[in-house]
């Protein structure tokens, strides 16, 4: 039987650029609408870190955290 270990980590690794510009996306949205960035790809990649990080970066009232499933059609 073959064991799969997963590991997580709370650091953000390889992300560097991808999340400077997510973050000046955010940023460039105007103040006075609200605006969407969409973080999406497969299982396990590490969406749910990277928003986190997002959010790190950010004033608390930039950013909102909705998790969306994936639709199967």
Do not use: Y
Not at 7 to 36: I, K, Y
Not at 55 to 61: A, E, G, K, V, Y
Request: glycine fraction near 6%; proline fraction near 7%.
């Amino acid at each position: 039987m073959t064991t799969v270990v997963r590991v997580s980590s709370q650091t953000l690794v390889g992300r560097d650029a991808l999340l400077r510009a997510a973050v000046a996306a955010v940023e460039s949205l105007p103040s006075d609408r609200p605006g969407v960035v969409t973080v999406t790809g497969p299982a396990g990649i590490g969406k749910t870190r990277f928003v986190t990080a997002l959010s790190d970066r950010l004033q608390p009232t930039m950013l909102r955290f909705s998790p969306v499933a994936q639709s199967t059609s």
